[in-house]
């Protein structure tokens, strides 16, 4: 390759390459256009050197590099971020519904939380607003919906049974994307992902009879969360929601806000008013003082609000596969911190069950990376 400096102390960003004839129409409005917008290339008198030669971008392979390294460096923090916000919502929020057994109101508040960060966001322009068109509305309410219940069964369990057993729940979700991937949108899973299903549900089995705080509110709220989440996921795909009107950003903040308006009349149903100050000081009689309830109460709205903002931001990042191999370790690092900060005791056989379940969940992040052989189905 040959770099085209038309004056020696004029450093050029052109590279020249050999002209082929087919592209011998294409030179001359090279050069046409470079007339205009390049015009010191024909300055010099012997301009016919440069007949014959194609014009195209070089690019510098350190600034790639960089580049490259840079990106690397925030998604590694940003990973990190997800996970250290997930262990303390998961803390926070635990200690908030062991003395305040109302997750109903707790998850409305949490959600309240997200909705005013949400209106903060836009009032400052740290992100653009969306533009929705009406068209949208049926698909965003349906995801909002699955998106409500979800929050909303999670706490319930989590009232219920230990952090680090409705996590273990949790990682059935592969099951139940499987399941209405196949009733939704006919999708049929190759035999890899049908095989990383068994020591998932093998692992979740032998970890539940094998729990200590087992009780079937708590189980069946968990499951039951699972089937909503995947079930959004499932819709989100089906639906395909423009992304040219709404990113995943947006899209995150308008389901959080409806779900907002959805829950708060149910909460209120369900639970009544319970933030009176008799109410208060009643749940706060069981260890916690006023301020600390409502301060952790606080932050685990922040911290739920936030890490799942950064999971979006990382989804925009990278693959789905990626993302879900992360969520698999953000898994892992959640029921390990829940262990040691709640001082859980674990038996060797749930221990076994954990384990198993949670090596199927990447097993089936693996499998999914697996493509079909299309030779397969033509032979």
Same mark, same amino acid.
């Given at each position: 390759?040959?770099?085209? !400096?038309?004056?020696?102390?004029?450093?050029?960003?052109?590279?020249?390459?050999?002209?082929?004839?087919?592209?011998?129409?294409?030179?001359?409005?090279?050069?046409?256009?470079?007339?205009?917008?390049?015009?010191?290339?024909?300055?010099?008198?012997?301009?016919?050197?440069?007949?014959?030669?194609?014009?195209?971008?070089?690019?510098?392979?350190?600034?790639?590099?960089?580049? #490259?390294?840079?990106?690397?460096?925030?998604?590694?923090?940003?990973?990190?971020?997800?996970?250290?916000?997930?262990?303390?919502?998961?803390?926070?929020?635990?200690?908030?519904?062991?003395?305040?057994?109302?997750?109903? !109101?707790?998850?409305?508040?949490?959600?309240?939380?997200?909705?005013?960060?949400?209106?903060?966001?836009?009032?400052?322009?740290?992100?653009?607003?969306?533009?929705?068109?009406?068209?949208?509305?049926?698909?965003?309410?349906?995801?909002?919906?699955?998106?409500?219940?979800?929050?909303?069964?999670?706490?319930?369990?989590?009232?219920?049974?230990?952090?680090?057993?409705?996590?273990?729940?949790?990682?059935?979700?592969?099951?139940? !994307?499987?399941?209405? #991937?196949?009733?939704?949108?006919?999708?049929?899973?190759?035999?890899?992902?049908?095989?990383?299903?068994?020591?998932?549900?093998?692992?979740?089995?032998?970890?539940?009879?094998?729990?200590?705080?087992?009780?079937?509110?708590?189980?069946?709220?968990?499951?039951?969360?699972?089937?909503?989440?995947?079930?959004?996921?499932?819709?989100?795909?089906?639906?395909?929601?423009?992304?040219?009107?709404?990113?995943?950003?947006?899209?995150?903040?308008?389901?959080?806000?409806?779900?907002?308006?959805?829950?708060?009349?149910?909460?209120?149903?369900?639970?009544?008013?319970?933030?009176?100050?008799?109410?208060?000081?009643?749940?706060?009689?069981?260890?916690?003082?006023?301020?600390?309830?409502?301060?952790?109460?606080?932050?685990?709205?922040?911290?739920?609000? #936030?890490?799942?903002?950064? #999971?979006?931001?990382?989804?925009?990042?990278?693959?789905?596969?990626?993302?879900?191999?992360?969520?698999?370790?953000?898994?892992?690092?959640?029921?390990?911190?829940?262990?040691?900060?709640?001082?859980?005791?674990?038996?060797?056989?749930?221990?076994?069950?954990?384990?198993?379940?949670?090596?199927?969940?990447?097993?089936?992040?693996?499998?999914?990376?697996?493509?079909?052989?299309?030779?397969?189905?033509?032979?």
């Amino acid at each position: 390759m040959l770099l085209i !400096t038309p004056y020696p102390r004029l450093v050029s960003q052109l590279v020249a390459t050999k002209s082929t004839p087919e592209s011998s129409s294409f030179t001359r409005r090279a050069r046409a256009s470079s007339c205009s917008s390049y015009p010191w290339l024909f300055l010099r008198p012997n301009r016919s050197r440069f007949i014959g030669f194609k014009i195209k971008s070089a690019t510098v392979p350190g600034d790639v590099e960089s580049g #490259s390294l840079v990106k690397g460096l925030k998604l590694g923090g940003m990973f990190g971020v997800w996970y250290l916000l997930n262990i303390y919502y998961n803390i926070f929020n635990k200690q908030v519904l062991r003395v305040y057994p109302y997750p109903a !109101t707790v998850t409305a508040f949490q959600l309240g939380c997200g909705t005013l960060m949400i209106s903060i966001m836009w009032l400052l322009k740290l992100h653009p607003r969306p533009k929705v068109a009406p068209s949208q509305f049926p698909a965003i309410l349906q995801l909002a919906a699955a998106h409500t219940l979800g929050n909303l069964l999670t706490n319930v369990s989590l009232g219920r049974v230990n952090v680090s057993f409705t996590h273990t729940i949790k990682a059935m979700e592969p099951f139940f !994307t499987v399941l209405f #991937s196949v009733l939704l949108l006919g999708e049929l899973p190759s035999l890899w992902i049908v095989g990383s299903l068994l020591p998932i549900v093998a692992g979740v089995s032998l970890a539940s009879f094998t729990e200590a705080s087992f009780n079937w509110i708590g189980f069946c709220s968990a499951m039951a969360s699972n089937v909503t989440n995947q079930s959004r996921n499932v819709l989100s795909k089906k639906f395909m929601i423009e992304k040219e009107a709404l990113d995943n950003i947006n899209l995150f903040s308008i389901i959080t806000i409806i779900s907002f308006v959805l829950l708060v009349p149910v909460a209120i149903l369900i639970d009544g008013f319970k933030f009176t100050p008799s109410q208060l000081q009643l749940a706060t009689s069981q260890g916690l003082s006023v301020k600390e309830f409502c301060f952790m109460s606080l932050l685990a709205g922040v911290c739920l609000h #936030s890490y799942q903002q950064v #999971s979006y931001m990382i989804l925009e990042m990278v693959s789905p596969v990626t993302h879900s191999v992360g969520n698999c370790v953000k898994r892992v690092v959640v029921i390990g911190s829940s262990i040691i900060f709640f001082k859980t005791p674990v038996s060797p056989l749930n221990s076994i069950g954990t384990a198993t379940a949670l090596a199927g969940v990447y097993l089936y992040t693996r499998a999914k990376r697996v493509k079909p052989n299309p030779n397969s189905k033509t032979s």
